[in-house]
Nanobody, 123 residues
Framework: VQLQASGGGLVQAGGSLRLSCAVSERTGSRQTFAWFRQGSGKEREFVAAIRSGYTYYADSVKGRFTISGDSKKNAVYLQMNSLRPEDTAAYYC???????????????????WGQGTQVTVSS
């Protein structure tokens, strides 16, 4: 599986962006797709995940970000609203066919990764 993330950019605080992750092949509904982010000098952190229609979010983005998938387009999206300067990071999409629920927020649980797309939020 190959993943390609896009949609990053520069936005003012309070603005919105939608990230896209193109998936190279059709995957089953039980696959887990996730978004992680890594700020400069920081460790990679969980942002959101989707599996079998269920969604999971980090507390820091809950209510502002929405993860969704489109099986017909083989794509996963991250709609980001009310962006804050602390959301500035490189965002990565990830996938794995066998993530267990208790590890859904753990980056090492994922086998496939896209390249990062930079999101910069100015104050």
């Amino acid at each position: 599986v190959q993943l390609q993330a896009s949609g990053g950019g520069l936005v003012q605080a309070g603005g919105s962006l939608r990230l896209s992750c193109a998936v190279s092949e059709r995957t089953g509904s039980r696959q887990t797709f996730a978004w992680f982010r890594q700020g400069s000098g920081k460790e990679r952190e969980f942002v959101a995940a989707i599996r079998s229609g269920y969604t999971y979010y980090a507390d820091s983005v809950k209510g502002r970000f929405t993860i969704s998938g489109d099986s017909k387009k083989n794509a996963v999206y991250l709609q980001m609203n009310s962006l804050r300067p602390e959301d500035t990071a490189a965002y990565y999409c990830a996938n794995d066919p066998s993530v267990i629920l208790s590890n859904i927020r753990v980056s090492r649980s994922y086998t496939y990764w896209g390249q990062g797309t930079q999101v910069t939020v100015s104050s």
